[in-house]
């Protein structure tokens, strides 16, 4: 799917526990996107970083979400004490430059909170 | 932010022409529009983006009429696997991925 690698694919957390999901773009792209969908709706924005940096996280929830993308290795997406009303699916994309459309998807990780 | 309006559901079957029109009546002067496809359990894919008038590739072509406040998407003879749900997003190339917005797609059935 374009490069864009997403793990885990499946993740099954218990309320309270932490959730982290990991996205390692597209080879030669600096930017990432993460996106939430609820069944039968469309992808909602979180949050968009560059190496070290968040740019836009405008779509993030204010309380225990957070995300990184670091110098060296992924980007990561950890939610903090899971409740039920988090099982989504959590797409990454990545693009080569700022807001630069198409991005490139990774498939997904699917979490589902017991 | 321009929102987009598109079909629900739609059903055809193989081997026909399905166009799908999306309605984006706010469109600004710097945005293009782009479609996407997402089959179940996967990411979006790109599949076409336009500013005006037609473009096409080896997938789909999309129309834009002079107005730019709608634009069509058309999928010329289609088979099984082209069910899929299709998002019509509209956005400025330059601009912050929070102005892109993902509506709830049209999803297309196609039968034999």
């Known amino acids: 799917n374009a490069g864009v690698m997403q793990n885990p694919r499946h993740l099954v957390r218990r309320r309270g526990q932490e959730a982290r999901l990991r996205c390692s773009p597209m080879?030669?792209?600096?930017?990432v996107y993460w996106y939430r969908q609820l069944p039968e709706e469309g992808l909602k924005f979180m949050v968009y970083l560059q190496k070290e940096n968040i740019i836009d996280e405008s779509g993030m929830p204010k309380e225990r979400f957070s995300a990184e993308f670091p110098k060296e290795g992924p980007s990561i997406l950890r939610i903090q004490q899971v409740v039920r009303g988090d099982s989504a699916a959590y797409f990454c994309?990545?693009?080569?430059?700022?807001?630069?459309?198409?991005?490139?998807f990774g498939d997904g990780t699917r979490l589902s909170i017991l | 932010l321009a929102k987009t309006t598109q079909p629900i559901s739609m059903d055809s079957y193989e081997g026909q022409e399905v166009n799908i029109t999306c309605s984006h009546n706010n469109i600004a002067t710097n945005d293009y529009i782009t479609w996407y496809q997402q089959f179940p359990s996967q990411g979006p894919r790109f599949i076409i983006q336009?500013?005006?008038t037609k473009v096409t590739n080896e997938v789909a072509s999309l129309f834009i009429p002079a107005d730019r406040k709608s634009s069509t998407l058309s999928l010329p003879r289609v088979s099984l696997s082209d069910t899929a749900v299709y998002y019509c997003?509209?956005?400025?190339?330059?601009?912050?991925?929070?102005?892109?917005?993902f509506g709830s797609g049209t999803r297309l059935s196609i039968r034999p």
């Open positions: 336009g500013y005006k």
């Open positions: 994309a990545s693009s080569p430059s700022q807001g630069t459309q198409p991005q490139h």
């Open positions: 080879k030669g792209h600096s930017h």
């Open positions: 997003l509209v956005g400025d190339m330059d601009s912050s991925a929070s102005k892109i917005i």
